[in-house]
């Protein structure tokens, strides 16, 4: 028994050393779930288009996107719920500049791809004209140099008519079996899997990946913390790139299986669905957003992502390893702005 007024000795070292190697085995753990049920939604995903008879990049848009942008969402109603603006706007546009430069950036360093036609004619237009959109009702301090910027429900409700836009034009190509200029071979391929086996893939696939990625960013979060790693640099990179590691992982692994409407379909409509209901949808049910934290810089490197990617998609219809350097070294840059700024 310790008496009063003796120093306790310090914790042993092993005792420390014990969670921080529990984090280390789970967020390895998570990675392995992450990359193998990403495996399977891919393969899910790539029958289900071809069962409908549709181009994967259709189900890429829909499906694989809305679903690899749970996270955002998620994040986006918690963070508005506990009073956090910066969050709930930070989620969103982080997430569609890492999922441009970083994402694509990086997935096309090792396997260089092909853009759909139909993508750079009318998705990536819709998607620059969201993104546009998104900047005039946001900056309400282009008009008023005092006032704050927010989003307001009325501004919730314009970017889920810009959604329902998108929505009614993906359903006209599902229902006239996929677009006729898409050079996709989905609908002639032979799928691998029936419907019901295809939507179970699907749905255990998806929950796998929202599994993994959430073990890796809560255990890595821990393991930092306890290095001693500070919270802006925790939140900058790890919480920053882990909400987009099911957009990360499920491009990867679509563009190594030669699946590149997935590939692309899955970043572009995720892009869209983080600006019309990640942002759209916490500030119609719950209320305004206002905040300061922003500048024009954020937004205008959103803007120059998606200008980027149209570009170089629109010259030979592909994505090259020297592309794809430019766009990392663009996301390398953002860095280094949001540190300096």
């Known amino acids: 028994m310790q008496r009063r007024g003796e120093l306790r000795s310090p914790v042993p070292p092993k005792r420390k050393l014990k969670p921080m190697i529990i984090n280390t085995l789970l967020a390895l753990f998570g990675f392995i779930v992450l990359i193998k049920c990403a495996d399977f939604f891919v393969d899910g995903a790539v029958s289900f288009a071809r069962n409908l008879k549709i181009p994967s990049a259709v189900i890429g848009l829909t499906i694989v996107s809305f679903g690899t942008s749970a996270p955002e969402l998620a994040i986006a109603f918690r963070s508005h719920l506990s009073g956090n603006p910066d969050m709930v706007i930070g989620g969103a546009v982080g997430s569609n500049i890492a999922n441009i430069l970083l994402i694509l950036g990086t997935t096309a360093l090792f396997y260089p791809f092909k853009i759909d036609s139909a ?123 882990g909400t987009s590691l099911p957009e990360l992982v499920t491009t990867f692994v679509a563009a190594k299986k030669g699946e590149t409407g997935i590939a692309v379909g899955n970043i572009i409509g995720s892009n869209i669905f983080n600006i019309c209901i990640v942002l759209g949808l916490p500030v119609l049910i719950l209320g305004d957003v206002a905040t300061a934290a922003f500048s024009y810089v954020d937004v205008a490197f959103m803007l120059f992502a998606v200008l980027l990617l149209w570009v170089f998609s629109a010259t030979e219809k592909k994505i090259r390893r020297s592309e794809a350097a430019v766009l990392l070294a663009a996301y390398c840059g953002y860095g280094v702005v949001m540190f300096v700024t």
């Open 119 to 241: 993508i750079i004619k009318k998705e990536l237009p819709l998607l620059f004209l969201i993104t546009v959109a998104f900047a005039v009702i946001f900056f309400d301090n282009i008009f008023d140099v005092q006032a704050v910027n927010t989003l307001t429900r009325a501004d919730g409700v314009v970017l889920l008519l810009f959604f329902s836009i998108f929505g009614y034009y993906m359903a006209r190509i599902i229902s006239n079996g996929g677009d006729k200029n898409s050079v996709d071979k989905a609908a002639s391929d032979k799928p691998r899997f029936k419907v019901p086996m295809s939507v179970i893939m699907l749905v255990l696939g998806l929950g796998g990946v929202i599994l993994g990625s959430e073990l890796v960013v809560s255990n890595v979060t821990a393991l930092a913390e306890k290095i001693g790693i500070s919270q802006k640099i925790i939140s900058v990179t790890v919480i920053a790139i």
